[in-house]
């Protein structure tokens, strides 16, 4: 499809590609074909694979947008965002003057660009995976890049790197009311990471046991009983984990808390419950350990700063951008009090070595710039349209079912009216590819009169997905 044109450049003749758009609008067929979604996005869809399959080769001149946009009857913006699309992901490249071309790198770019599986829709937890914001991160690293020093390919300091501590600690001041210095920030592999340095340093105290609220996180309970802490569950109410229910605070090594939004209850920690636990924590000297995961999305209000800020002495905060960015990047960060932090830095140097510097400082520089703030802010306005749309549905459909928790977060508890069995409508929820999670599985004692409930991840549920998924549930409750 691509016709070449000897043309002289100096004294060489080299053969220059040129792909008209009549033979993009043959090889592509129409937009139609490829489902919904945003016209832009879905013709950087078409291109991308067939950049991706070889079918133009590197160098081959992109006709002009104003041409595609005639011939596939779609606005000149359509393809405009198309070409500024996979212009950020690298697949093409501009020079003033002489058009947008083919990169050399096409292959090479391919595996991270495009996933091969759809993400499953629903699942508590994801964010909006195809809101990552490319185009500021490509430039960030591009940024790293030319400036990073040689010394910083090296082992660096197993923290993290010494610029990406010093904005955080400016961040979590700023938007979770932490108390922090750069010094006492370390630099994660995420929550998980963090989770799993605390669980080892706990199990090596005279009390390998860690409290846990229930219901909690499934994960998060496994991950600290396979490191060898006994897990106990202590209930939750509509103010958070019961203080007085919390069974001999003496013979604890911690406490796992999701404070700013439980998890999956949704239920804020309040004042009064915040208070008691940082008397007991300092009466028994117990380690709290305050799971940040979603603490950047609150939605109809200011979010509620981190119990880190209340109690630095006793209080470990951990926090990542796998809500905020994305999972992949497994970047996250970890506040302890100074003798905590250094026991986990040793354990960090066994496990670990160091950290990832140039993905460490391509986060730097995004909060550095406030890209990252632009980001948070974007997506913070979109789930919040998500959540209304998913509450508003429910509500109309099913008023029996119970929206439970706070407008916080990337995920709402569904819970449902005790005539509902949860095992069937998870069933069909799940046969029809939403990967919602059942409230029994994330509870630590399930007594036989507890309602059912759903955990629906809504960060990136379209609103044709949101009606179906409705639509399904008001069918599997008959
Ligand atoms: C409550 C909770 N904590 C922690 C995590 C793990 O986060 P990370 O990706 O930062 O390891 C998750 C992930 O979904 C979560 O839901």
Redesign the pocket.
């Known amino acids: 499809m691509v016709r070449n044109k000897d043309q002289s450049v100096g004294h060489f003749h080299v053969p220059i590609r040129r792909c008209s758009a009549e033979e993009l609008h043959d090889t592509l067929g129409g937009l139609e074909r490829v489902g919904a979604g945003r016209l832009g996005l879905r013709l950087a869809g078409l291109l991308r694979e067939l950049l991706r399959t070889g079918g133009l080769p590197a160098g081959t001149l992109m006709p002009p947008s104003r041409s595609v946009a005639e011939t596939f009857g779609v606005s000149r913006g359509v393809v405009v965002t198309a070409y500024e699309q996979l212009l950020a992901e690298g697949f093409l490249i501009a020079r003033q003057g002489a058009g947008t071309r083919v990169a050399d790198s096409v292959t090479a770019a391919t595996p991270a660009a495009m996933p091969s599986l759809p993400p499953p829709m629903a699942r ?3 964010p909006d995976l195809g809101g990552f914001p490319r185009a500021r991160w490509l430039a960030a690293y591009r940024h790293v890049l030319m400036t990073m020093s040689s010394a910083d390919f090296g082992y660096g300091d197993p923290r993290g790197h010494q610029q990406l501590r010093a904005e955080l600690a400016v961040y979590l001041r700023r938007t979770r009311g932490a108390v922090i210095e750069p010094e006492r920030v370390v630099v994660v ?7 799993a340095l605390l669980a080892d340093v706990v199990a090596a105290t005279g009390r390998p046991r860690i409290a846990v609220e229930d219901p ?2 499934p ?2 309970r496994e991950l600290m009983a396979r490191r060898g802490l006994a897990v106990v569950g202590v209930p939750v109410d509509d103010e958070g984990i019961v203080v007085d229910a919390i069974p001999e605070p003496g013979r604890l090594g911690a406490i796992l808390l ?1 404070p700013a939004h439980q ?2 209850t949704g239920v804020i920690l309040s004042p009064a419950r915040r208070r008691a636990l940082i008397e007991l924590a300092r009466e028994h000297v117990v380690l709290l350990v305050e ?1 940040d ?2 603490g950047a999305f609150r939605y109809a209000r200011d979010p509620v700063g981190c119990l880190q800020g209340l109690a630095p002495d006793v209080t470990v905060l ?6 905020t960015l994305a ?1 992949a990047l ?3 960060w970890l506040v302890a009090p100074r003798a905590w932090q250094e026991q986990l830095v040793a354990r960090r140097v066994v496990t670990s070595l160091a950290g990832q510097a140039m993905d460490e400082l391509a986060f730097a520089h995004l909060l550095l710039t406030g890209g990252y703030d632009i980001h948070v802010r974007q997506m913070r306005r979109r789930y919040h349209k998500r959540r209304m749309h998913l509450v508003a549905e429910l509500d109309a459909a099913e008023p029996e079912v119970v929206v439970r928790g706070d407008a916080s977060g990337l ?1 709402l508890l569904a819970e449902l009216p005790p005539r509902v069995g949860e095992h069937t409508v998870l069933s069909s929820l799940r046969l029809n590819g939403f990967d919602v999670q059942g409230l029994a599985e994330c509870r630590v004692a399930c007594p036989p009169d507890a309602p059912g409930g759903l955990v629906i991840g809504y960060a990136a549920l379209s609103p044709g997905s949101i009606t179906r998924l409705v639509s399904v549930l008001s069918q599997a409750m008959g």
Not at 189 to 195: I, K, P, Y
Not at 318 to 323: A, Y
Request: hydrophobic letters at 30%.
């Open positions: 508590p937890g994801l592999n995420g929550v998980a990471e963090g989770l909690a996180s994960g998060a999701t998890y999956p799971d995961y979603d951990l926090g990542s951008v796998s809500k999972p497994r970047l996250g995920h």
